[in-house]
């Protein structure tokens, strides 16, 4: 079952306001300074991915994973730049349990818009993705799970790991949350995607603007693997604006 990623009351308004809205209407917020959006906590959320819900008032949040606090962000956090954007389920260089992990924490959904995704995969991690004739022809998307595609999309966004914490947890209430701040980097999820498709490293510019998301122990403590936590967390501004060849 999906685990439920919390965010803070501002995130969740944020996430209601444009969730009903395509990318030219989201964008066009921009345009107005009273209307714009594109700071606020949650706008970055890949909502895609997450089931998210508000985080209790009276929530426990024993740790805190910030980049604030470098040292401990490094030794817990990778923003890997060989599982950014499209990745399908036959990549060659993917952490052990990949979709299993991921899957438990932020399942991709396919929507029209990942027709064509397959001809994005990450640089790092592309393939020859096996497509049924359907998908040549344009009538399913590749790997949506539903064709005779074996060949899965598991994920297309900002993909974090979070590792080293079943230690840590073991002396944690299971009612307890870990706050995991993530830096969102913004030339690079932009408009212009400068960077998004190459294999830069997410973390090479100061941070602009994060996102914080929070876990429950006890939705860690059954994940597949709570020493290993695979989250894809950050969407693009480009996410539902739909692949072409």
């Avoid at 444009?18 to 594109?38: E, H, K, M, Q």
């Avoid at 740790?63 to 923003?79: E, K, N």
């Avoid at 998301?213 to 695979?230: E, G």
Wanted: proline content about 6%.
């Amino acid at each position: 079952m999906q685990a439920t990623i919390y965010v803070s009351a501002e995130a969740m308004a944020t996430v209601n306001a444009i969730s009903n809205l395509d990318y030219y209407d989201r964008v066009s917020l921009g345009d107005d300074p009273a209307t714009d959006l594109n700071t606020s906590p949650g706008y970055y959320l890949n909502t895609n991915a997450l089931h998210l819900a508000e985080l209790p008032v009276d929530a426990d949040v024993a740790i805190h994973i910030t980049p604030a606090d470098p040292a401990l962000f490094g030794r817990h956090v990778s923003i890997p730049a060989n599982l950014r954007g499209p990745i399908f389920s036959g990549a060659p260089n993917l952490p052990l349990g990949y979709a299993e992990k991921i899957a438990h924490w932020s399942p991709l959904t396919p929507t029209a818009h990942h027709r064509g995704a397959v001809y994005y995969q990450n640089v790092l991690n592309a393939y020859c993705v096996n497509l049924t004739d359907s998908d040549e022809e344009g009538g399913a998307t590749a790997g949506n799970g539903i064709s005779d595609a074996c060949d899965i999309l598991l994920s297309d966004g900002i993909v974090v790991v979070i590792t080293g914490l079943a230690e840590t947890i073991a002396n944690m209430a299971s009612n307890q949350y870990i706050a995991l701040t993530i830096p969102i980097n913004t030339n690079m999820l932009g408009i212009e995607l400068d960077g998004f498709r190459t294999a830069q490293e997410y973390l090479a510019d100061p941070v602009q603007q994060t996102e914080t998301l929070y876990l429950r122990v006890s939705d860690v403590q059954v994940s597949p693997d709570a020493d290993m936590i695979i989250i894809s967390a950050i969407r693009s501004e480009l996410a539902d604006y739909g692949y072409t060849y």
